[in-house]
T-cell receptor, first 115, second 114 residues
Framework: AQSVTQLDSQVPVFEEAPVELRCNYS??????LFWYVQYPNQGLQLLLK??????LVKGINGFEAEFNKSQTSFHLRKPSVHISDTAEYFC?????????????FGPGTRLSVLP | GAGVSQSPRYKVAKRGQDVALRCDPI?????LFWYQQALGQGPEFLTY????????KSGLPSDRFFAERPEGSVSTLKIQRTQQEDSAVYLC????????????FGPGTRLLVL
């Protein structure tokens, strides 16, 4: 079974400051890793995903994440946040050898960007 | 359609009532997933369809929950004899079929059981 930990439930940050949202996972098998964002009153949308290859993954809206296998982490970063980045961010994993049904989400991190 | 749609967006039910939640996935998407998202938590997997076949229903919390996708497109999640603990947002997602594929989520149905 897989599990995902997001240690920070809430992260307040000032506009134009950098931010890092932490994600750690546990799995006995190889997994794909994802970051999804949920804006208020909207559905989840994909920010980025790690499948294989380069451990640094770039996504939409200037976000990037780095896969660290030894630390079983997949932290999300943005060098300069905007007010519009205020949202809930979810890290998720799924085993590589299935059809996505064991998609496990973390509890989420609420990012609040302050003016 | 352009995206995944769900209806109704909001549903208030009295305890004991049956409810049916509908999901219209992206046209051509093989895989369809249902999740339950409690307040302040991440989505939790309920069930998975590949075309019309329900391949995994391990996440359904009880036998009061039932899902179907008879023609491999639209799916319905039915909850019988609703209980207060069923109150949550129910999310539907679809994808092209493999674990590496992006799941596209609908806006969810917010169910409140009184």
């Amino acid at each position: 079974a897989q599990s995902v930990t997001q240690l920070d439930s809430q992260v307040p940050v000032f506009e134009e400051a950098p931010v890092e949202l932490r994600c750690n996972y546990s799995s006995s098998v190889s997994v794909y890793l994802f970051w999804y964002v949920q804006y208020p009153n909207q559905g989840l949308q994909l920010l980025l995903k790690y499948l294989s290859g380069s451990t640094l993954v770039k996504g939409i809206n200037g976000f990037e994440a780095e896969f660290n296998k030894s630390q079983t982490s997949f932290h999300l970063r943005k060098p300069s946040v905007h007010i519009s980045d205020t949202a809930e961010y979810f890290c998720a994993v799924t085993p590589v050898n299935n059809y996505g049904q064991n998609f496990v989400f973390g509890p989420g991190t609420r990012l609040s960007v302050l003016p | 359609g352009a995206g995944v749609s769900q209806s109704p967006r909001y549903k208030v039910a009295k305890r004991g009532q049956d409810v049916a939640l509908r999901c219209d996935p992206i046209s051509g998407h093989v895989s369809l997933f249902w999740y339950q998202q409690a307040l302040g938590q991440g989505p939790e997997f309920l069930t998975y369809f590949q075309n019309e076949a329900q391949l995994d229903k391990s996440g359904l919390p009880s036998d009061r929950f039932f899902a179907e996708r008879p023609e491999g497109s639209v799916s319905t999640l039915k909850i019988q004899r609703t209980q207060q603990e069923d109150s949550a947002v129910y999310l539907c997602a679809s994808s092209q079929g493999l674990a590496r594929e992006t799941q596209y989520f609908g806006p969810g149905t917010r169910l409140l059981v009184l």
